[in-house]
């Protein structure tokens, strides 16, 4: 039986409070929320905490705000909460999408959106989700409050911007009048993906004002893929530009073959997710819903 080593456990009660734990624990401590990230990774001893700062009974990371222009996910927001939101709903659907796809629903009611950030597994769904939307991640620390977009958030696998001592506190997304989707091949429901895609735009008479891309588990650099986005910009909303997009980031990904499958076609299927994924959000802003393209 795995078990994980010794560790001493502390519950905080607000986001000061974390911050003082983290404080006067180091870099010994680990927060834990959901846990089925770090938990698993404790069994097999990849992760020994001295010190683990359960965060679950600080409220102020479980809200989804809404002002005028965006919309404020708490880091303790659950994955069954972001689905079942009917404001996440209306202004984002590729969330949904991304969030019928992601495990199951033992982990869907107790996974969070800030644990699954914080991991940045290379196959992490909301990664390329938050990328393609332009999310910001909201940081805090003793010395205060920073802001880093989600694009620049991950420094590699299992590794983000975050310092010693500082907390995710949440995601903000700005509302934009846009449509957007997210599809995801994996072996079996539930797995993690061998390769995903989401894509939000704007249309403007025929053409794209607006595109954001994001990619996971193909070794796209910090799940984006900015040079299709660059491409699509300006032009109009074709399938053979949409096709020539997904050509554009699959060149600039870099997949690994592992037990999910080879490089060459984890490379294959960054191109036509992409494709896919664009021609869906198109086909929602143009107002066939949820019209599945095949």
């Given at each position: 039986m795995q078990v994980p080593a010794q560790f001493q456990y502390e519950k905080a009660t607000s986001v000061e409070h974390a911050l003082a734990l983290l404080d006067a624990?180091?870099?010994?401590?680990?927060?834990?929320?959901?846990?089925?990230?770090?938990?698993?990774?404790?069994?097999?001893?990849?992760?020994?905490?001295?010190?683990?700062?359960?965060?679950?009974?600080?409220?102020?990371?479980?809200?989804?705000?809404?002002?005028r222009d965006s919309v404020t996910i708490g880091a303790l927001v659950r994955h069954a909460e972001l689905l079942d939101s009917p404001v996440i709903g209306e202004h984002f659907p590729i969330l949904h999408d991304a969030e019928r796809v992601i495990a199951d629903p033992a982990v869907r009611n107790r996974g969070t959106v800030g644990g699954s950030l914080c991991q940045a597994d290379p196959s992490e769904d909301l990664a390329a989700v938050f990328v393609a939307l332009d999310g910001v991640a909201l940081i805090r620390g003793l010395d205060g409050d920073r802001v880093v977009p989600v694009r620049q958030f991950f420094t590699g696998p299992y590794s983000t911007v975050l310092d010693e001592g500082e907390l995710l506190v949440g995601v903000r997304v700005p509302i934009r009048s846009s449509a957007s989707a997210y599809l995801k091949v994996e072996r079996r429901s539930g797995d993690w993906a061998v390769a995903s895609a989401g894509a939000a735009l704007r249309l403007d008479d025929g053409h794209i004002a607006?595109?954001?891309?994001?990619?996971?588990?193909?070794?796209?650099?910090?799940?984006?893929?900015?040079?299709?986005?660059?491409?699509?910009?300006?032009?109009?909303?074709?399938?053979?530009?949409?096709?020539?997009?997904?050509?554009?980031?699959?060149?600039?990904?870099?997949?690994?073959?592992?037990?999910?499958?080879?490089?060459?076609?984890?490379?294959?299927?960054?191109?036509?997710?992409?494709?896919?994924?664009?021609?869906?959000?198109?086909?929602?802003?143009?107002?066939?819903?949820?019209?599945?393209?095949?």
């Open positions: 624990y180091g870099d010994d401590s680990m927060v834990v929320a959901g846990g089925h990230s770090l938990l698993p990774m404790m069994k097999l001893r990849l992760a020994q905490p001295e010190t683990l700062i359960d965060i679950n009974d600080v409220p102020e990371l479980a809200r989804i705000g809404v002002d607006w595109v954001g891309l994001g990619l996971t588990a193909v070794g796209a650099p910090s799940f984006g893929a900015p040079e299709a986005e660059e491409y699509l910009l300006g032009g109009p909303a074709t399938d053979d530009r949409f096709e020539e997009a997904g050509t554009i980031a699959a060149e600039h990904c870099s997949p690994v073959a592992d037990q999910r499958g080879p490089a060459d076609y984890k490379r294959h299927l960054a191109a036509t997710l992409t494709t896919r994924v664009l021609r869906k959000a198109a086909g929602r802003w143009r107002g066939h819903g949820n019209h599945e393209e095949s």
